[in-house]
Nanobody
Framework: QVQLVESGGGYVQPGGSLRLSCKVS????????IEWFRQTPGSQRELVAR???????FYADSVGDRFTISKDSAENTMYLQMNNLKPEDTAVYYC???????????????WGRGTQVTVSA
């Protein structure tokens, strides 16, 4: 059973920074693509960043170079470093991993339950 659990969300003032973590636990053979999404009430979930081995990293125009996605393969943990945060970054942030649980299974997408980020003065 693969589980993803986000942490690191919270309240921060504009211009501040937060680092979100997403710990992958359970049976994990390999992790392929990792992604961070965010969602505000009444809106669709938005892709913020994507990291895939051998492919240029993707960032949404709305976050530009303020956010950095990374992965610690040894710890099965993915990160989203968020700098110079703005009020419009306020949202629930979700991690998603394209994961192969065992050597004989195919890749599946797994989601975390989300962590709230609030940027306000």
């Amino acid at each position: 059973q693969v589980q993803l659990v986000e942490s690191g969300g919270g309240y921060v003032q504009p211009g501040g920074s937060l680092r979100l973590s997403c710990k992958v636990s359970g049976s994990v053979w390999t992790i392929n693509t990792i992604e961070w999404f965010r969602q505000t009430p009444g809106s669709q979930r938005e892709l913020v960043a994507r990291l895939t081995h051998g492919v240029p990293t993707f960032y949404a125009d709305s976050v530009g170079d303020r956010f950095t996605i990374s992965k610690d393969s040894a710890e099965n943990t993915m990160y989203l470093q968020m700098n110079n945060l703005k009020p419009e970054d306020t949202a629930v942030y979700y991690c998603k991993g394209n994961i192969r649980a065992t050597w004989y299974t195919i890749f599946h997408d797994y989601w975390g339950r989300g962590t709230q980020v609030t940027v306000s003065a």
